[in-house]
């Protein structure tokens, strides 16, 4: 099992910044593709960003390339989202999730999820 619990969300202005975070505990965190998803009200949840397992390679969607970063810290234990230039259609429930695969962008493939973190920005 692997626990995962998303921090940093809350309300920012458009244009403004913020960082997630996703600590991590349970079994070998380097063992794990690490991905961040989103769900918006009343939209389905999509993928946003993920990392493969030594941080060497990272992915994105289309629609925050460019303004999103994902990075991971092995000794942490943790995953991190930096974003910038957030738009109002950023807004959702950002979480966290492991897969021992390599899969990538498909939700279904993770196997461990966080409960979510909210991210509200303001037009």
């Known amino acids: 099992q692997v626990q995962l619990v998303e921090s940093g969300g809350g309300l920012v202005q458009a244009g403004g910044s913020l960082r997630l975070s996703c600590a991590a505990s349970?079994?070998?965190?380097?063992?794990?593709?690490m991905g961040w998803f989103r769900q918006a009200p009343g939209k389905e949840r999509e993928f946003v960003a993920a990392?493969?397992?030594?941080?060497?390679?990272?992915y994105y969607a289309d629609s925050v390339k460019g303004r999103f970063t994902i990075s991971r810290d092995n000794a942490k234990n943790s995953v991190y989202l930096q974003m910038i230039s957030l738009k109002p259609e950023d807004t959702a429930v950002y979480y966290c999730?492991?897969?021992?695969?390599?899969?990538?962008?498909?939700?279904?493939?993770?196997?461990?999820w966080g409960q979510g973190t909210q991210v509200t920005v303001s037009s």
């Open positions: 990392i493969t397992w030594s941080g060497a390679a990272t």
């Open positions: 349970g079994r070998t965190f380097s063992n794990y593709v």
């Open positions: 999730a492991a897969n021992p695969r390599l899969a990538l962008y498909d939700e279904h493939e993770y196997d461990y």
